[in-house]
């Protein structure tokens, strides 16, 4: 059985959508799949459909974003979407929201303007990131 439990998408801060991960996945010949973006749930419905379409086993997945003496990454699998989950969510997002453009802010006062929202959705450090790249205003991500 070949399985990748670690998979992001555009919901966070990978480069395919959910069907697009779907159709990796089948291109690699995985049997079985977790979609596990960062503090977001709002590509498991549809890689869900995907999957099924694809005879991939989906599993539902989340990387939640945790902060005690450092930034810890917890992964959870095989839950379902409740309102109380998603309530929680929604205030990580809001809080995410605030501080890319505290950074996109920054950024515009150092001269620095990469073509990028950084109030949409999905955004995260690492799109921010490749943007810099994108850009030519940094080599890599680091």
Known sequence: MRADLHIHTTCSDGRLTPREAVEWAKTHA???????????????????????EAGIRFVNGIELSCYSVCEVHILGYGFEAS?????????????????????????FDLGVRPDMDFSADGVGRLNIARKLIEGGYARDVS
């Open 30 to 52: 995985l049997d079985v799949i977790a979609i596990t973006d960062h503090d977001a749930v709002g590509g498991l419905e549809e890689g869900a459909a995907a999957a099924k």
């Open 83 to 107: 309102d109380l989950l998603i309530s929680a969510l929604d205030e990580v997002k809001a809080m995410r929201r605030a501080r890319n453009e505290a950074i996109g802010q920054k950024l």
